[in-house]
């Protein structure tokens, strides 16, 4: 069974831009969920999506959002780029389907560099 | 509020055990975990307890929880240079969020 996937691994933009970054997630699994990796910070939830439906949004400007399609894949874009969006982009998969959590399978990550 | 903590940096001798403690706030969780990252790469789900649960073992790994006191901990047993990570513990926030620890780093010497 193939794993969590996340593309492109690296990218790197300009303050100002936006990006785009893609998750398909395990066979089966309809729940998508994104977090942003940073030294400072830490491990940040930022948003859930299961069905297409966001079911839970983490403390983020709107300049993060995110869909989820009907196949399940999930997208997170960031406007207006600024220099502290430089993370590393994680997204997990999740067989839950309910409000309680289940085990969540992470992908490698995207590696996201603003300059 | 939601709030899980660690101790940042572990150091241990090859061959010897690991124990890595974290506290959690939130009592409704359904879930704890422990998650391993190796530099530049994404989070590896090492294991889970279920709240009901006192203790799991899985091969060298064994946790155990205490729920009166909201304290997790995770031992690694006959810890290699392979161990050597970081490792996040994890609580379920409802709808398969996750509240991350600061995580701790595990270092192995000779």
């Known amino acids: 069974k193939a794993g969590v996937t996340q593309t492109p691994r690296y990218l790197i933009k300009t303050r100002g831009q936006q990006v785009t970054l893609s998750c398909s997630p395990i066979?089966?699994?309809?729940?998508v969920s994104w977090y942003q990796q940073t030294p400072g910070q830490g491990l940040q939830f930022l948003f859930e999506?299961?069905?297409?439906?966001?079911?839970n949004k983490g403390n983020f400007p709107g300049r993060f959002s995110g869909r989820q399609f009907s196949n399940s894949r999930s997208e997170m874009n960031v406007s207006t780029l600024e220099l502290g969006d430089s993370a590393l982009y994680l997204c997990?998969?999740?067989?839950?389907?309910?409000?309680?959590?289940?085990?969540?399978?992470f992908g490698q990550g995207t590696r996201l560099t603003v300059v | 509020g939601e709030d899980v903590e660690q101790s940042l940096f572990l150091s241990v001798r090859e061959g010897d055990s690991s124990v890595i403690n974290c506290t959690y706030t939130?009592?409704?969780?359904?879930?704890l975990y422990w998650y391993k990252q190796e530099p530049g790469a994404g989070l590896q789900l090492l294991t889970y307890i279920f709240s009901n649960m006192d203790m799991k073992q899985d091969q060298r790994l064994t946790v155990l929880l205490n729920k009166k006191d909201k304290h997790l901990s995770l031992r690694i047993a006959d810890t290699q240079t392979g161990d050597s990570a970081i490792y996040f513990c994890?609580?379920?926030?409802?709808?398969?969020?996750?509240?991350f620890g600061a995580g701790t780093r595990l270092a192995v010497h000779p």
């Open positions: 066979s089966g699994h309809r729940s």
């Open positions: 997990a998969s999740s067989s839950g389907t309910g409000d309680l959590n289940t085990e969540a399978f």
């Open positions: 939130d009592s409704s969780s359904t879930y």
């Open positions: 999506y299961f069905s297409e439906t966001q079911r």
């Open positions: 994890a609580e379920g926030g409802g709808y398969n969020k996750l509240i």
